[in-house]
C-alpha cells in the first residue's frame, strides 16, 4: 500500500514569507507526528497528533510554528514569518499507537 | 545531557568486516527501542526493534541492557549497501521518541 506522503518534496522562501507542509500518512493510522531534521543530526520532535487531536506541542520551537489535523488524516505545517534557522528537512512519520513509526520523504525548506 | 547519545562515527571498514555501535539513553522509564536506518537524502527507514531478550534479522543483532541503559547493534558480513546512517531511537511513553543524532557507517570494498 501508499506510505506516508508529503508536499512540496522542496520549498524555497523568502525570509518572512509564510508556508505551508502537507503530510498525508499511511492510511488508517491514528498518530502522526512533525519532526524537524538540521544537517547532520537526528530527527528533532515538533508535535503528535492522535486522530485529530493534537496531543504534544511541545517541541514547536516557537509561536511562529502550528500545526492542525482538522479530520484526523492529513495535517499541515505552517510556519509564519520564516526566518533562515528554520531552513531544514521537515518529516512526517505515521502509526498505529505504541508501535514503530513510518517516516514519508521530508520537505526540505531552504529560507533565504 | 542529550536524552539518546551515540557515537557520530564515521565508522569506515572493509566488506564483510563486523561492526558494533553503541547507544546510550538517558530516561530509565523508557519503554521500546528501535534502530532506523537513513540514507543520504532520504527518510529514515526501521531497521528492527530491539527487545529485551536481544534479537537477530539475518545480518543485524540488536542487544538492550536495561540496567545499564545501553543499546547495541551489531552488523555483520558488512556489504556496500549497509553504508548509512543508523539511529538510535527510544520510546519515552506511548508515542514520545527520541532520536539519536545517528552514527555514520561506510563500507568500502
Known amino acids: 500500500g501508499a506510505g506516508v506522503s508529503q508536499s512540496p518534496r522542496y520549498k524555497v522562501a523568502k525570509r518572512g514569507q509564510d508556508v505551508a507542509l502537507r503530510c498525508d500518512p499511511i492510511?488508517?493510522?491514528?498518530?502522526l507526528f512533525w519532526y524537524q531534521q538540521a544537517l547532520g543530526q537526528g530527527p528533532e520532535f515538533l508535535t503528535y497528533?492522535?486522530?485529530?487531536?493534537?496531543?504534544?506541542k511541545s517541541g514547536l520551537p516557537s509561536d511562529r510554528f502550528f500545526a492542525e489535523r482538522p479530520e484526523g488524516s492529513v495535517s499541515t505545517l505552517k510556519i509564519q514569518r520564516t526566518q533562515q534557522e528554520d531552513s531544514a528537512v521537515y518529516l512526517c512519520?505515521?502509526?498505529?499507537?505504541?508501535?514503530?513509526?513510518?517516516f514519508g520523504p521530508g520537505t526540505r525548506l531552504l529560507v533565504l | 545531557r542529550k536524552e539518546v547519545e551515540q557515537d557520530p562515527g564515521p565508522f569506515n571498514v572493509p566488506e564483510g568486516a563486523t561492526v558494533a555501535f553503541n547507544c546510550t539513553y538517558s530516561?530509565?522509564?523508557?519503554?521500546?527501542f528501535f534502530w532506523y536506518r537513513q540514507d543520504c537524502r532520504k527518510e529514515p527507514k526501521l531497521l528492527m526493534s530491539?527487545?529485551?531478550s536481544g534479537n537477530e534479522d539475518g545480518r543485524f543483532t540488536a542487544q538492550l541492557n536495561r540496567a545499564s541503559q545501553y543499546i547495541s547493534l551489531l552488523i555483520r558480513d558488512s556489504k556496500l549497501s549497509d553504508s548509512a546512517t543508523y539511529l538510535c531511537?527510544?520510546?519515552?511513553?506511548?508515542?514520545?521518541?527520541?532520536f539519536g543524532a545517528g552514527t555514520r557507517l561506510t563500507v568500502k570494498p
Open positions: 497528533f492522535q486522530n485529530e487531536a493534537q496531543l504534544d
Open positions: 531511537v527510544v520510546n519515552l511513553n506511548n508515542n514520545d521518541m527520541r
Open positions: 530516561n530509565s522509564a523508557s519503554q521500546s
Open positions: 530491539v527487545y529485551s
Open positions: 492510511s488508517g493510522h491514528v498518530s
Open positions: 512519520a505515521s502509526s498505529f499507537p505504541s508501535v514503530a513509526q513510518y
